[in-house]
């Protein structure tokens, strides 16, 4: 098991796990606005109430399925598969930037091995940087905190090598 826990900046709405050179977006799995995750080729997307700013991310991967977290900690939960192609391994990506740009160092050199993997995702704090995204008061630049526990939104992603590519679960909306 490998855990690490950092900031990612997030814009717009999203950031990315890619793997590999040919990651795409064709094929990306339909899903109601609402959702958390979605998957395309060698991609999933994660989304966020947070724009132009930074959350904080504690990636965990594990040798098998663990078990559901206590879902009354965290707002919303799902769950989904997708087969990474690898070369090179899949890594955080934030949106139009390059890989490693946006990430706290803890974060850059995550990466799990090709292959498929099931990706169970968490967050709270979403509405609470929604609004204060809208009142203008959500930190940017130079003013988002260094300790990512100070961001409002918090993501947990955990992460585990499956045979077979499942369809996407949700574990709290």
Same mark, same amino acid.
């Given at each position: #098991? ?16 890619? +793997? ?11 899903? *109601? ?5 979605? $998957? +395309?080729?060698?991609?999933? $997307?994660? &989304?966020?109430? $947070? ?7 504690? &990636? ?10 206590? !879902? ?22 934030? *949106? ?7 990430? @706290? ?8 091995? =090709? ?13 609470? &940087?929604?609004? #204060? +995204? !809208? &009142? ?5 630049? @130079?003013?988002? *905190?260094? @300790? =990512?526990?100070? !961001? ?10 499956? $045979? ?8 709290? @909306?």
């Amino acid at each position: #098991m490998e855990e690490r826990y950092g900031r990612i900046r997030v814009s717009p709405f999203q950031f990315y796990i890619c +793997g590999g050179e040919s990651w795409d977006f064709e094929g990306t799995e339909q899903w *109601p606005a609402a959702s958390l995750l979605k $998957t +395309g080729k060698s991609l999933v $997307t994660v &989304a966020s109430k $947070t724009d132009a700013s930074a959350v904080g991310l504690r &990636a965990v991967t594990h040798a098998s399925e663990p078990d559901v977290r206590d !879902l009354n900690e965290w707002e919303r939960a799902e769950e989904v598969s997708v087969a990474f192609d690898g070369d090179p391994d899949p890594y955080f990506l934030v *949106p139009f930037q390059n890989p490693g740009v946006g990430l @706290d160092s803890d974060l850059e050199d995550f990466y799990i091995a =090709p292959g498929s993997w099931r990706v169970r995702a968490y967050v709270r704090g979403s509405q609470l &940087a929604y609004e #204060m +995204g !809208l &009142a203008g008061t959500l930190p940017k630049g @130079d003013d988002i *905190p260094s @300790d =990512p526990a100070a !961001l409002p939104e918090q993501f947990l992603i955990d992460f585990w090598p499956v $045979t077979s590519l499942d369809p996407a679960r949700v574990l709290k @909306d």
